[in-house]
């Protein structure tokens, strides 16, 4: 199995690059530990972070950590700045071998292939350069530049959710093509790309029309959810999903936005012996919730020191609702980035769950108070996972409750295309934070039993 490392640049006391309060070690940090959680998902590797949180580390520490691992590769990430726009990617400008310059020229091309036209993002080129995680590292490196933050341009769409999910996974597969790492195995699974949802079968007849003369092949399919059939035009099924993500890049890219992906335990059309769902598509937004309060927070607070403390409210919310509170508080902090908010929703508007932003000319719906912000979110879950009336002791906060279609969503997967658009991968991302929490607690946990028993130790 191949090692890679994922160095997330600067953090702690080293801001980087900074512009009208954004800093660049909190997306350099976000998007590492996308890629991380989508290599870990989707392939075989094993993966090493220099950092996981916000704290400083020297460059021969991540140098060191790289070398001492005996990694196959290195990948930092970083954002540019002193002027100028667009992406571009840096080999040593020393001697390197050929697997290095093979690796940039594949994971260049993909980042920019997935992002180029949809974002209008400018190339700048495959350079060369001799900083230090170049040069001191044993194994092939690439360090990346990700936009830069004071271009404004270009600082909106690093605060835009949706670009960092999209050039996050487009790093991921990147390393996977170029490295040639294995797909983790799912037996049977059939990727449908779906290039549009709508209740009228006219609508649904002419994105057909529409896409025919774009030369995409399409037909319509019906499914029932929550009592109403929408007529979904199929675009495509793949076994793999990185061919699905492809054709919803290409179908984004013909000027159709709401292209998503379902898997067939996502559809109500009936399917000859259905697979079983994935340990990950089987975690229910209802349900018990397993982490405390203080769990909650004291682990957003490894990342972000600052961050409000909103354990007690999700915990809260979440019992009276039968909403797995620890996995919204997951999903919240997939959506505000470790509450730093460096997304188009800003920290006043105690909009946790970005209901109703959709970009930096729409930043979504405001709440008075945090307790109403979370109360919000979790009323919104409620809305997809549940059929049922509001609590009676509550009542209805969340403005966007009676646009969901009810009980549409069972499974956090199943939010995926729902709550995020294309959001391929919207679920996975916050079932990986709450399993990272959950292995925080535990070694809070261990750690604390390791003191009580030093202290019984000592009588």
């Known amino acids: 199995m191949k090692t890679v490392v ?3 640049g600067h953090g702690g006391t080293d801001p980087g690059a900074s512009f009208q309060g954004s800093l660049e070690k909190n997306f350099n ?6 890629v991380q959680s989508h290599l870990q998902q989707n392939y075989e590797a094993n993966i090493i972070m220099t950092r996981t949180r916000d704290v400083n580390l020297s460059l021969s520490a991540r140098t060191q950590r790289a070398n001492n691992a005996n990694a196959d590769f290195f990948l930092s990430i970083h954002n540019n700045a002193a002027g100028g726009q667009g992406f571009e990617s840096y080999i040593f400008n020393g001697t390197v071998s050929a697997p290095t310059r093979t690796y940039q020229n594949v994971i260049h091309d993909k980042i920019m292939n997935a992002v180029r ?11 060369r350069a001799n900083f230090h995680v170049l040069r001191e590292t044993r194994m092939p490196a690439l360090l990346l530049e990700v936009l ?5 341009s270009d600082l909106a769409k690093l605060k835009n959710p949706a670009f960092i999910e999209e050039v996050s996974i487009a790093i991921a597969q990147g390393v996977a093509d170029a490295l040639s790492l294995p797909r983790k195995s799912l037996p049977n699974v059939l990727y449908r790309v779906i290039a549009g949802s709508f209740k009228n079968r006219d609508n649904a007849e002419q994105r057909v029309l529409d896409l025919s003369r774009r030369g995409i092949d399409s037909f319509i399919r019906t499914a029932t959810i929550g009592g109403d059939v929408f007529y979904r035009v199929q675009a495509g099924a793949f076994s793999e999903k990185s061919r699905a993500d492809e054709q919803v890049v290409r179908l984004n890219n013909a000027g159709i936005r709401d292209a998503f992906i379902i898997t067939d335990d996502e559809s109500s059309d009936p399917v000859p012996a259905p697979t079983p769902p994935t340990p990950v598509e089987r975690y229910t937004i209802e349900g018990e919730t397993h982490l405390l309060a203080h769990q909650l927070d004291e682990f957003v607070r490894t990342i972000n020191p600052r961050a409000p403390k909103l354990g007690a409210h999700y915990v809260k919310f979440g019992k009276d609702y039968g909403i797995r509170a620890d996995v919204a508080y997951a999903q919240a902090i997939h959506e505000t980035d470790y509450f730093r908010f460096t997304g188009v929703v800003d920290a006043d508007q105690n909009n946790y769950a970005g209901i109703g932003a959709t970009g930096p000319d729409n930043k979504g719906n405001s709440f008075n108070t945090p307790k109403d912000g979370v109360h919000a979110h ?9 059929t049922k009336k509001i609590p009676e002791q509550y009542d209805k906060v969340d ?3 009676d646009l969901v279609t009810r009980g549409s969503a069972k499974t956090w997967t199943q939010l995926n295309g729902k709550w995020a658009v294309p959001g391929t991968t919207y679920g996975q991302s916050i079932i990986s934070l709450f399993i990272r929490n959950m292995n925080h607690a535990i070694e809070q946990i261990d750690k604390q039993k390791e003191e009580l028993k030093n202290v019984i130790d000592e009588f």
């Open 29 to 34: 940090l976000s998007i590492a530990l996308k």
């Open 148 to 152: 830069f933050v004071d271009n404004a």
């Open 117 to 127: 036209s949809k974002y209008n993002i400018r190339d700048r080129g495959k350079k």
């Open 6 to 8: 994922i160095d997330a």
């Open 378 to 386: 979790i009323q919104h879950l409620y809305a997809y996972s549940s």
């Open 399 to 401: 403005p966007r409750f």
